[in-house]
């Protein structure tokens, strides 16, 4: 990609359902107003709107319309254009790579890897390019994690032809999520997203999650396939992509457009008032082929976290994908355990009841009906998930492979004692 540092406007392409090769849905423009405070406007063009196959690319802010969409948040940017573009530790790798003296938002959305998350692209041309057939291999991993702990240290980044390859390599995949380091790998089955572990983690975080992953499962949740692999004498986790199919002419792409997204929200602490699995359950019903089915595994997931108090659940963690013209709840990823020092109360990222955040049992029952299900029925999942999570998390992260240490390390993570603690009256409802 080249262009200028402060570009204005861009065009936005989609690969649609079923689909390997990208089409023009529109243009995006980002331009300040005379305060300075940046507006993004985007308008579908006349032939996408033509199109019989034309998808939405959100269905509740840019629906299919021949008008100008206009918003302020996000910097002006939209929400699924923002989830398409790279992440805190994408933007760390393009701007070590760009080489421009100011990066707009713009900018980072052209410089991210054609393989970002969702079915967009982003191009200054009219028509829109190939798709790049450029995947890194399993067996890059060790000279991806070198590249990455250079990052992380803020160091020089090598030279060299073999430097520029390597780099080059790193940027595909920093449109994925998280702050974390990470990278798309290819193998045979398809493609994963390499999260590496960094220097100063306290426990060996790709085995851990990749645990956590097994164990919501076992707790009846729909969770992404994942696996560890070994990478320069440390271990790496795969995540398998669940927004691509590998067929014989290419991957075909599903749309994905965040919980930040749908609930129209961003992600600062002024804005924390939305982060809600209670109105994300509610947004979800609007768009979601299955709403029933969706805001009961959107429940069972609120509970996971509770229980295993992850409380990094915000908005990014939660994700909506769409293969053909329905929306669906994605399969559940990022689930990591914290170990807060309270015993007496932990809060999750997303209000999850009468209470606000707190991760209690009462107060994930306290707003039940709004995800479809009666209280006994709730409470009943509630019991099924503590019981799988008090007796079986230990059995799950050893056959994992997490180490004796580490699970000693994330051991008050699971089932605090607060989770059960009695409340008073006044405070139950």
Not at 277 to 283: F, G, I, K, Q, T
Request: glycine share 8%; hydrophobic share 40%; aromatic share 8%.
């Amino acid at each position: 990609m080249t262009s200028k540092a402060g570009a204005s406007e861009c065009f936005v392409y989609i690969m649609l359902p079923g689909t390997t090769e990208f089409v023009t849905a529109g243009r995006f423009v980002l331009e300040p107003d005379r305060t300075g405070v940046p507006v993004g406007r985007f308008v579908y063009g006349k032939s996408y709107l033509a199109r019989a196959d034309a998808v939405p690319i959100d269905p509740l802010e840019l629906k299919l319309a021949n008008t100008t969409y206009q918003t302020t948040a996000l910097k002006g940017v939209f929400g699924a254009l923002r989830d398409a573009g790279p992440d805190y530790w994408g933007r760390r790798v393009i701007e070590k790579h760009a080489g421009l003296p100011a990066l707009g938002e713009i900018d980072y959305l052209l410089y991210a890897p054609d393989d970002r998350a969702g079915a967009l692209g982003f191009g200054l041309g009219p028509e829109p390019p190939a798709p790049k057939r450029k995947f890194n291999r399993t067996l890059d991993l060790e000279r991806l994690l070198t590249l990455a702990d250079t990052i992380i240290a803020d160091e020089d980044l090598p030279e060299g032809p073999e430097a520029e390859q390597a780099y080059d390599l790193m940027l595909i995949g920093t449109s994925m999520g998280g702050a974390r380091p990470k990278a798309v790998v290819e193998d045979d089955q398809g493609l994963w997203l390499a999260k590496f572990g960094r220097p100063d983690d306290r426990w060996n975080h790709a085995r851990v999650e990749h645990a956590m992953l097994e164990l919501a499962r076992e707790c009846g949740i729909h969770s992404a396939q994942s696996k560890v692999v070994a990478a320069g004498g440390r271990d790496a986790l795969l995540v398998k992509r669940f927004d691509r199919e590998k067929t014989q002419g290419g991957y075909v792409r599903s749309r994905m457009i965040s919980g930040l997204t749908i609930l129209r929200t961003e992600d600062t602490h002024q804005h924390r008032e939305r982060w809600s699995y209670v109105l994300l359950a509610e947004e979800l019903r609007r768009i979601s082929a299955n709403p029933k089915d969706d805001a009961a595994e959107l429940f069972r997931r609120m509970v996971f976290n509770a229980l295993i108090s992850n409380t990094d659940d915000h908005p990014r963690n939660h994700a909506a994908i769409a293969r053909d013209a329905g929306w669906k709840l994605s399969p559940a990823y990022d689930l990591t355990p914290s170990t807060p020092v309270s015993v007496e109360r932990r809060d999750l990222a997303l209000t999850c009841g009468d209470l606000g955040r707190y991760a209690h049992a009462d107060n994930l029952l306290s707003q039940c009906a709004r995800f479809h299900l009666e209280r006994d029925e709730a409470a009943s999942i509630i019991a099924r998930m503590e019981e799988q999570i008090t007796g079986g998390w230990y059995e799950t992260a050893r056959r994992c492979g997490v180490s004796e240490k580490d699970c000693e390390a994330i051991s008050t993570a699971f089932v605090y004692p607060g989770f059960r603690l009695d409340l008073p009256d006044q405070r139950k409802r």
